[in-house]
């Protein structure tokens, strides 16, 4: 069965610098969300979006910028990365209707130097 | 409001005795509350969810979870625990919001759980 996918999984960036990740959800899956987790901690959430439009918002910098395209995936972009932005970005996508689960990608491990 | 309070931030047990992480909720809606799990440097992965169907609700890997309304609980245990259960275990609650079909997704703090030779 088809998972999330994200890409890349690794990514090295010096401070400063702009990251893109991506987020390719599950087929008709309409919802998606973004978290960042930092080392030891739980995932804090950052933005979702449902049906293409951004539908809550948490802790996510300025600096951080999301979209969901025409085909569901989405793309985190990161500007001006500081070190510690270095954490593992998770995106999970799910079906709205309330009792179903979020289903969570494997991961991007980004590592700000 | 809607919120999600996992009682013990670490949980040690010897390998073979019974697991038991404590959750509770709040939610001004019928919930739907899951059960997620995260091994060292990996993803997090489904254990359970409970969608208003059987308040005993099973897992993968010999997890169960009950959900007590008049307590509002969903506490997750395991009769026995192995080795490789040690994870990190993160109580979720899916609460509507007060306009919208979408729903947030309400995290507890997670509890690592330690199993020990």
């Known amino acids: 069965a088809a998972g999330v996918i994200q890409s890349p999984r690794h990514l090295i960036k010096e401070k400063r610098e702009t990251a893109t990740l991506k987020c390719y959800p599950i087929?008709?899956?309409?919802?998606v969300y973004w978290y960042q987790q930092g080392p030891g901690q739980d995932p804090q959430f950052l933005i979702s979006?449902?049906?293409?439009?951004?539908?809550d918002k948490g802790s996510i910098p300025d600096r951080f910028s999301a979209q969901q395209f025409s085909d569901y995936h989405s793309e985190l972009n990161m500007s001006s990365l500081e070190l510690g932005d270095s954490a593992l970005y998770f995106c999970a996508s799910r079906l709205q209707g309330g009792s179903t689960e979020a289903f969570f990608g494997q991961g991007t491990r980004l590592t700000v130097v | 409001a809607q919120s999600v309070t996992q009682l013990d931030s670490h949980v040690s047990v010897s390998e073979g005795t019974p697991v038991l992480l404590r959750c509770n909720y709040s939610s001004s809606y019928s919930p739907s509350l899951f059960w997620y799990v995260q091994h060292p440097n990996k993803g997090l992965q489904l254990l359970l969810k409970y969608t208003s169907a059987a308040t005993l609700v099973k897992g993968i890997n010999g997890f169960e979870a009950e959900f007590k309304k008049s307590e509002t609980s969903f506490h997750l245990t395991k009769p026995s625990a192995h080795m490789s259960d040690a994870a990190e275990y993160f109580c979720v609650v899916s609460a509507r919001p007060y306009a919208g079909n979408n729903r947030k997704l309400i995290w507890g703090l997670g509890t690592s759980l330690a199993v020990n030779p």
């Open positions: 087929p008709r899956h309409d919802t």
């Open positions: 979006f449902y049906e293409k439009m951004q539908s």
